[in-house]
């Protein structure tokens, strides 16, 4: 069974860092690209983060980029999300996905199956 | 940037057909995505590229497109088909994945 386990979400102060991991199961992990994608409290679903199966591509969304980063250990079967300089928007729930495309370059595509999250407060 | 725009809510009754449409300019040349989510739960994927339903996903969900359009179809609605419902695609360049503002659908 494909399963995608996220850990690391918490209480954290404006300003701050966390890290968010991916722990993945029941597939070839090292063959797929991999997501994060947020939703913060009662709002909608918003696209965070892509990554290649060999890390050679990533893409950010606008809102973190220079502030976030994906990345990936394959050997580990893990997918993580370096979040610095926190903010107020950035607090949402924080899903993990497989693009169940299996391309070099990870354009288009979607998601599936997700995680079921990780919350992420930003609060002083 | 690039935005996909949906109907805030769509109402129906029970063994009706509901339709939820998303609208973006650059959805003729990229593949449309539907998720279901319900309350405190991940979402799950209902449609893929436009219009192929995944396994374990009933037959009375279906999907189609036109031009700048998509629509997904819910025939013969259950109790159980409310829920939130996001359509996904990506800019025309591909490398930005993006959601549109999500669809309520109230089964009455």
């Known amino acids: 069974e494909v399963q995608l386990v996220e850990s690391g979400g918490g209480l954290v102060k404006p300003g701050g860092s966390l890290r968010l991991s991916c722990a993945a199961s029941g597939f070839t992990f090292s063959s797929y690209s991999m997501n994060w994608v947020r939703q913060a409290p009662g709002k909608g679903l918003e696209w965070v983060s892509s990554i290649s199966s060999s890390s050679s591509y990533i893409y950010y969304a606008d809102s973190v980029k220079g502030r976030f980063t994906i990345s990936r250990d394959n050997a580990k079967n893990s997918l993580y999300l370096q979040m610095n300089s926190l903010r107020a928007e950035d607090t949402a729930v924080y899903y993990c996905?497989?693009?169940?495309?299996?391309?070099?370059?990870?354009?288009?595509?979607?998601?599936?199956?997700w995680g079921q999250g990780t919350l992420v407060t930003v609060s002083s | 940037s690039y935005e996909l725009t949906q109907p805030p809510s769509v109402s129906v009754s029970p063994g009706q057909t509901a339709r939820i449409t998303c609208s973006g300019d650059?959805?003729?040349?990229?593949?449309a995505y539907w998720y279901q989510q319900k309350p405190g739960q991940a979402p799950v994927l209902v449609i893929y590229k436009d219009s192929e339903r995944p396994s374990g996903i009933p037959e009375r969900f279906s999907g189609s497109s036109s031009g700048t359009t998509v629509t997904l179809t819910i025939s013969g609605v259950q109790a159980e088909d409310e829920a939130d419902y996001y359509c996904q695609s990506a800019d025309s360049s591909g490398t930005s994945r993006v959601f549109g503002g999500g669809t309520k659908l109230t089964v009455l």
């Open positions: 650059a959805l003729p040349k990229q593949y």
């Open positions: 996905a497989r693009d169940p495309n299996i391309v070099v370059v990870p354009k288009g595509g979607w998601f599936d199956p």
